[in-house]
């Protein structure tokens, strides 16, 4: 590959990296070409973009970034397929899912950034799919805050009602 190519690729891998807040490292040396289209499609399905980078471009686009990708530790070897995301657990749950419809052992998660912290290794899959996103927790915190006032509500409701069917009572005798 040519100096000028490699400074491409470097920039495109620099874009994907501003764009999306999360990237998780993963290995799909092994699937054939119909299962990576088929991981391709529920990527596309899922907002993840994937993408396959040579660990060396993936390094210096990291090293142009000032991240320390030391952490990655072993991560950056062998073939590596990168899923972008802005949900933190969205590529998680989708190595679970495509590994459960197809009964494949790949991808194989290497390692993860995301929330602003580094995961190494597949064991760390299940603590992936555990995180809640931004939006999920937004959520969370809204119905917990509606809870109260949907109580009283009723409560107010509830005794309105109780008064009408007496008043109406009196008024029919």
Same mark, same amino acid.
């Given at each position: 590959m040519k100096k000028e190519d490699k400074a491409i690729v470097i920039s495109q891998i620099e874009e994907n990296l501003k764009s999306f807040s999360h990237y998780y490292l993963t290995e799909t040396q092994g699937l054939n070409a119909a299962q990576v289209s088929n991981l391709r499609r529920l990527c596309n399905k899922n907002e993840?973009?994937?993408?396959?980078?040579?660990?060396? &471009? %993936?390094i210096k686009a990291l090293e142009n970034m000032g991240v320390d990708y030391t952490q990655f530790g072993d991560a950056l070897k062998n073939n590596t397929a990168?899923? %972008?995301?802005?949900?933190?657990?969205?590529?998680?749950? &989708?190595?679970? /899912?495509f590994r459960k419809d197809k009964a494949n052992e790949k991808p194989i998660l290497k390692a993860?950034?995301? /929330? /602003?912290c580094f995961y190494v290794g597949e064991n760390q899959l299940d603590a992936l799919c555990a995180i809640k996103s931004k939006n999920e927790l937004i959520g969370e915190i809204i119905g917990l805050l509606q809870s109260p006032a949907k109580n009283v509500i009723s409560a107010l409701q509830s005794g309105a009602n109780t008064i009408h069917g007496v008043l109406t009572t009196l008024s029919e005798r």
């Open positions: 993840v973009k994937m993408v396959v980078v040579k660990n060396k &471009l %993936f990168v899923l %972008f995301s802005n949900v933190g657990n969205a590529p998680a749950k &989708l190595i679970k /899912e993860a950034y995301v /929330e /602003e």
